[in-house]
């Protein structure tokens, strides 16, 4: 393992408040249960543990799996893929910013667990990856991938009662699978869907002598939808329900948009519930930084009748959750805490903390004066045209580390120690969602040796000016905290104060969440962090000396949720 992830000396202290709250059922609840960018969730219940996994495309580690007792809190658990090994070579070559690891499948069968998934954009086209782990809550323990070579997207994963296991894709196509060789067998198209544009993201349940094909539909933008057919035989002929979609809020004006792509689950009591992506946006589909996060909503499916699911708002019932329990195993966090690191206490990286691929090895350190980051000649830009090979494909290292913006508002600050040497060396704050949109404010060496925090931004519209203003002479010997604030839900303000002395609190810009919003049917979506770059200066894939930055007291804070069109939920 690269990066000495472990345990945490310290944890927040958010986590052991709660376990200190009774148990109480809850009348409704919440969405998104799985809060900030979370797409294409898929889920199982076992032992009364629920797990889940989401698409995270060239994020590293990729595959989280969250667990739950009350499918409220959830805690990350573990990474499916958490080490280079598993995939040698493949992250750093991968050029396209939505490339990656698609939407993944997790099921449980006789003392195993295996999430099957796609990689698109090696240089060899689309893999598919089979892991299988016994143990969940260890990054460890789960294997090396099982390779095989799909022709389309979106694997699920079904037993059949004769043993005989199935994966359906993007299509819908279904083909027998060896899971220890990764062989196909030929492929059968099962369904077309019910007219919708890219049938996808299938899942097979058996259930009362039925075979139930749910997908999704419609594309992953406004007409997004989940529609279900069924069949008597694994292998079709599948008829289609007649009053598809079963779920979809296409032609509504509800806050919650593109919902669709999801999995189906009971928990202990046989109580039917699922996981999808929406997105909150509203209508307008207009900002939308969190991009796709993942909605939990009941369900009722009787004896030999088709599915009924419960529309996806922001406040849902919640009579038959499961009591509230934090009592998950694992190391965490819990998706919905807030961040409070000294760096200068712990051991080792949080889990929640993600790269932009896999990162060079030794760019990341806790050391005693903090969370060193060493650059990278990129910075978090990458060209296109002719040099699109070389620096969007990340081999020469992006030095990014974040976590998911989880609420509408929020604020994050860090503290910075930096002392560049050579003209260019930055080290700063980001919100970033791919190389070709984010808003970066640095702490940048200027020419003449000048510090200056510089704020730019680079995406698809509402792309400020750059802002460069002086570092005050006076605040250059202690570590500067740089904050990125969502005071609104459409905007960004980035400032920077003295360490110990807000009132000086400079603002530097106030930059449109737009320009982190990928547009309709974009499919990642925000990070706040931190980077360390000298802009392009050395040679290979090393900055000149120097340029080191050194963060600690990093805080994310969560204010709010925003859940209808004029309603915020505050934590
Ligand atoms: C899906 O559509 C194709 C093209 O129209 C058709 O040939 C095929 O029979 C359809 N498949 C199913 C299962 O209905
Ligand atoms: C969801 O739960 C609520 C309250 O428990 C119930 O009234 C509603 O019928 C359920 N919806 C479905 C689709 O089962
Ligand atoms: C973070 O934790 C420290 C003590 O461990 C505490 O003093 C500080 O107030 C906390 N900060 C936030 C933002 O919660
Ligand atoms: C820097 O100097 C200004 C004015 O000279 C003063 O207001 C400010 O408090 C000083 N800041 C620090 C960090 O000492
Ligand atoms: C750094 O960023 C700027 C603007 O965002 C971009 O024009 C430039 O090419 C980048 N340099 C490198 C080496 O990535």
Same mark, same amino acid.
């Given at each position: 393992?690269?990066?000495?992830?472990?345990?945490?000396?310290?944890?927040?202290?958010?986590?052991?408040?709660?376990?200190?709250?009774?148990?109480?059922?809850?009348?409704?609840?919440?969405?998104?249960?799985?809060?900030?960018?979370?797409?294409?969730?898929?889920?199982?219940?076992?032992?009364?543990?629920?797990?889940?996994?989401?698409?995270?495309?060239?994020?590293?580690?990729?595959?989280?799996?969250?667990?739950?007792?009350?499918?409220?809190?959830?805690?990350?658990?573990?990474?499916?893929?958490?080490?280079?090994?598993?995939?040698?070579?493949?992250?750093?070559?991968?050029?396209?910013?939505?490339?990656?690891?698609?939407?993944?499948?997790?099921?449980?069968?006789?003392?195993?667990?295996?999430?099957?998934?796609?990689?698109?954009?090696?240089?060899?086209?689309?893999?598919?990856?089979?892991?299988?782990?016994?143990?969940?809550?260890?990054?460890?323990?789960?294997?090396?991938?099982?390779?095989?070579?799909?022709?389309?997207?979106?694997?699920?994963?079904?037993?059949?009662?004769?043993?005989?296991?199935?994966?359906?894709?993007?299509?819908?196509?279904?083909?027998?699978?060896?899971?220890?060789?990764?062989?196909?067998?030929?492929?059968?198209?099962?369904?077309?869907?019910?007219?919708?544009?890219?049938?996808?993201?299938?899942?097979?349940?058996?259930?009362?002598?039925?075979?139930?094909?749910?997908?999704?539909?419609?594309?992953?933008?406004?007409?997004?939808?989940?529609?279900?057919?069924?069949?008597?035989?694994?292998?079709?002929?599948?008829?289609?329900?007649?009053?598809?979609?079963?779920?979809?809020?296409?032609?509504?004006?509800?806050?919650?948009?593109?919902?669709?792509?999801?999995?189906?689950?009971?928990?202990?009591?046989?109580?039917?519930?699922?996981?999808?992506?929406?997105?909150?946006?509203?209508?307008?589909?207009?900002?939308?930084?969190?991009?796709?996060?993942?909605?939990?909503?009941?369900?009722?499916?009787?004896?030999?009748?088709?599915?009924?699911?419960?529309?996806?708002?922001?406040?849902?019932?919640?009579?038959?959750?499961?009591?509230?329990?934090?009592?998950?195993?694992?190391?965490?966090p819990f998706v919905s805490d807030d961040?409070?690191?000294?760096?200068?206490?712990?051991?080792?990286?949080?889990?929640?903390?993600?790269?932009?691929?896999?990162?060079?090895?030794?760019?990341?350190?806790?050391?005693?004066?903090?969370?060193?980051?060493?650059?990278?000649?990129?910075?978090?830009?990458?060209?296109?045209?002719?040099?699109?090979?070389? !620096? &969007? /494909?990340?081999?020469?290292?992006?030095?990014?580390?974040? @976590?998911?913006?989880?609420? #509408?508002?929020?604020?994050?600050? +860090?503290?910075?120690?930096?002392?560049?040497?050579?003209?260019?060396?930055?080290?700063?704050?980001?919100?970033?969602?791919?190389?070709?949109?984010?808003?970066?404010?640095?702490?940048?060496?200027?020419?003449?040796?000048?510090?200056?925090f510089r704020l730019r931004a680079e995406?698809?519209?509402?792309?400020?000016?750059?802002?460069?203003?002086?570092?005050?002479?006076?605040?250059?010997?202690?570590?500067?905290?740089?904050?990125?604030?969502?005071?609104?839900?459409?905007?960004? !303000? &980035? /400032?920077?104060?003295?360490?110990?002395?807000?009132?000086? @609190?400079?603002?530097?810009? #106030?930059?449109?969440?737009?320009? +982190?919003?990928?547009?309709?049917?974009?499919?990642?979506?925000?990070?706040?962090?931190?980077?360390?770059?000298?802009?392009?200066?050395?040679?290979?894939?090393?900055?000149?000396?120097?340029?080191?930055?050194?963060?600690?007291?990093?805080?994310?804070?969560?204010?709010?949720?925003?859940?209808?069109?004029?309603?915020?939920?505050?934590?």
């Open positions: 393992m690269l990066l000495g992830r472990g345990l945490l000396l310290c944890f927040a202290s958010f986590g052991l408040l709660a376990h200190a709250r009774p148990s109480q059922r809850q009348d409704s609840y919440i969405n998104p249960v799985l809060p900030g960018w979370h797409s294409d969730p898929s889920c199982i219940q076992k032992d009364g543990t629920f797990f889940c996994v989401t698409s995270t495309f060239i994020a590293f580690p990729g595959l989280p799996v969250y667990a739950s007792k009350d499918l409220i809190n959830w805690k990350l658990i573990s990474h499916v893929w958490n080490r280079e090994s598993q995939l040698p070579g493949i992250s750093w070559k991968t050029a396209g910013q939505q490339d990656g690891m698609f939407a993944p499948t997790i099921r449980y069968h006789d003392g195993k667990f295996y999430v099957i998934c796609e990689y698109l954009g090696t240089t060899g086209g689309i893999i598919g990856v089979l892991f299988k782990t016994e143990d969940l809550f260890d990054d460890a323990k789960w294997s090396d991938p099982v390779i095989f070579r799909p022709n389309h997207i979106d694997p699920d994963l079904f037993w059949d009662d004769d043993g005989k296991v199935y994966m359906a894709t993007h299509g819908v196509t279904l083909q027998e699978l060896d899971l220890d060789t990764g062989e196909l067998s030929e492929e059968l198209n099962i369904w077309n869907g019910t007219g919708g544009v890219w049938p996808e993201g299938p899942h097979i349940y058996k259930k009362d002598g039925w075979y139930y094909l749910m997908i999704a539909e419609g594309g992953t933008g406004p007409d997004h939808s989940i529609t279900i057919a069924r069949a008597r035989s694994v292998t079709g002929p599948y008829a289609a329900y007649e009053n598809n979609p079963i779920l979809t809020n296409r032609g509504t004006d509800e806050w919650f948009q593109t919902v669709g792509h999801g999995d189906l689950f009971q928990d202990t009591k046989g109580n039917w519930w699922g996981l999808c992506l929406a997105t909150r946006t509203g209508p307008s589909l207009g900002i939308s930084p969190m991009g796709r996060e993942a909605v939990l909503f009941n369900a009722t499916w009787n004896k030999g009748e088709w599915p009924v699911l419960q529309p996806v708002r922001g406040r849902m019932p919640g009579s038959k959750l499961p009591l509230e329990n934090r009592n998950v195993g694992g190391r965490g961040d409070n690191y000294s760096f200068e206490q712990e051991t080792s990286i949080p889990s929640h903390l993600i790269h932009h691929r896999v990162p060079r090895d030794g760019a990341f350190a806790v050391t005693k004066q903090g969370l060193e980051v060493t650059p990278s000649r990129n910075n978090m830009t990458g060209k296109l045209g002719a040099e699109l090979d070389i !620096e &969007l /494909s990340g081999q020469r290292g992006l030095s990014f580390i974040g @976590r998911r913006q989880t609420h #509408t508002l929020f604020k994050f600050h +860090v503290d910075l120690a930096f002392s560049p040497q050579e003209d260019g060396q930055e080290a700063g704050v980001t919100v970033f969602r791919t190389q070709l949109d984010h808003i970066d404010l640095g702490v940048v060496r200027l020419s003449q040796s000048q510090l200056a995406g698809p519209s509402s792309v400020p000016e750059t802002t460069i203003v002086p570092v005050p002479e006076n605040w250059t010997n202690e570590p500067i905290q740089l904050q990125v604030e969502a005071a609104s839900a459409t905007h960004y !303000e &980035l /400032s920077a104060a003295p360490v110990g002395n807000s009132e000086a @609190r400079m603002i530097i810009g #106030t930059v449109s969440a737009k320009v +982190v919003s990928g547009g309709q049917g974009s499919f990642v979506g925000s990070l706040v962090g931190v980077f360390a770059t000298c802009n392009g200066a050395g040679s290979e894939l090393d900055c000149p000396g120097g340029g080191k930055a050194y963060f600690t007291n990093w805080a994310y804070n969560g204010i709010a949720q925003q859940i209808t069109a004029d309603e915020f939920s505050y934590t």
